[in-house]
């Protein structure tokens, strides 16, 4: 399914096969994971704004907007 998605978004359908069935991500995703522990990310979602500004859980597109708005400030 997530190949057949990516070649309607326009993905080599052979770039997309060969990232599914390789490891070439993992040491970044691993970097990802234990930055976010060490920022006390303990849940899903959590977003970061211009690495200002945070929001924990289910947001509104307003209020989603207006943190971005301040973090670019």
Same mark, same amino acid.
């Given at each position: 399914?997530?190949?057949?998605?990516a *070649?309607? %978004? &326009? +993905? @080599? /359908? *052979?770039?997309?096969? %060969?990232? #599914?069935?390789g490891?070439d991500?993992?040491?970044s995703? %691993? =970097?990802?994971? @234990?930055?976010?522990? %060490? #920022? &006390?990310?303990s &849940?899903v979602? +959590?977003?970061?704004?211009?690495r200002k500004l $945070? =929001?924990? &859980?289910a947001q509104l597109?307003?209020?989603? #907007?207006? $943190?971005i /708005?301040? =973090?670019? $400030?």
């Amino acid at each position: 399914m997530l190949i057949k998605i990516a *070649s309607v %978004r &326009g +993905f @080599e /359908k *052979s770039d997309i096969e %060969r990232k #599914l069935d390789g490891d070439d991500d993992i040491k970044s995703v %691993r =970097a990802e994971i @234990e930055e976010a522990q %060490r #920022l &006390g990310i303990s &849940g899903v979602p +959590f977003f970061i704004f211009n690495r200002k500004l $945070a =929001a924990s &859980g289910a947001q509104l597109p307003d209020q989603l #907007l207006a $943190a971005i /708005k301040q =973090a670019q $400030a």
